[in-house]
């Protein structure tokens, strides 16, 4: 089976600190994803990466940055925390095949800014 | 550009009932679709799927078929029980590796 492991169930921080989040898959996954979960609004994509050192902004990418720098692990980054940011926060992997392989889905991080 | 539309929540059924969920989507060309199920403090498991017209997907009783005419992929199942109560997300993937989620159908099954 899939593993997808994000670093950190719960994370509390302050507003204006540098936050990480962390996730790591190990079935060889060329494609990784970030994913904002917020009530009422689904799941947002903030950046993915199709491989190695490359990245790409979602539909949310502002006040966000990521990191690629093994295959295994994708890093999310929070230049400045600010209390918008919290959120549930959901990192996912896909292999690259044919005909749309489906997500695998870490257990989600639960941040809150204070 | 793409996106889903599902049915708001919150729904909440008796044990045995029949569930249908409502899914419709706008996308151009020939998306994929999913049904995924988030369970409480857990992340999304992917439910079933369908890859092309009139493909039925099905998993642990649930069901749902990609209707192109009427660009539907509604989640049925016969008879829920308690352990199906969690929030349910339709989602469509289209020519990248992209996924584009509803707002997801929190769904609670009393006994």
């Known amino acids: 089976d899939v593993k997808v492991t994000q670093s950190s169930r719960y994370l509390v921080k302050r507003t204006g600190e540098k936050v990480f989040l962390e996730c790591v898959q190990d079935m060889d996954h060329e494609n990784m994803f970030w994913y904002r979960q917020d009530p009422g609004l689904g799941l947002r994509l903030i950046y993915f990466s199709y491989d190695v050192k490359m990245k790409e902004k979602g539909d949310i990418p502002e006040g966000y940055s990521v990191s690629r720098e093994k295959k295994e692990r994708f890093s999310l980054i929070l230049e400045s925390a600010s209390t918008n940011q919290t959120s549930m926060y959901l990192c996912?992997?896909?292999?690259?095949?044919?005909?749309?392989?489906?997500?695998?889905f870490g257990d989600g991080t639960r941040l809150s800014i204070l | 550009g793409d996106s889903v539309t599902q049915m708001e929540g919150p729904v909440t059924l008796s044990e045995e009932a029949f569930l249908t969920i409502n899914c419709t989507y706008t996308a151009t060309g020939y998306p994929s679709l999913f049904w995924y199920v988030q369970y409480p403090g857990e992340g999304l498991q992917l439910l079933l799927k369908?890859?092309?017209?009139?493909d039925k997907g099905s998993n642990k009783g649930f069901e749902a078929t990609y209707r192109k005419e009427t660009t539907s992929f509604h989640l049925e199942k016969g008879s829920v029980q308690v352990s199906d109560s969690a929030v349910y997300f339709c989602a469509l993937q289209g020519g990248n590796e992209k996924l584009t989620f509803g707002t997801g159908t929190r769904l609670t099954i009393i006994p």
């Open positions: 996912a992997s896909s292999s690259t095949g044919y005909r749309n392989q489906p997500q695998h």
């Open positions: 369908a890859t092309k017209a009139d």
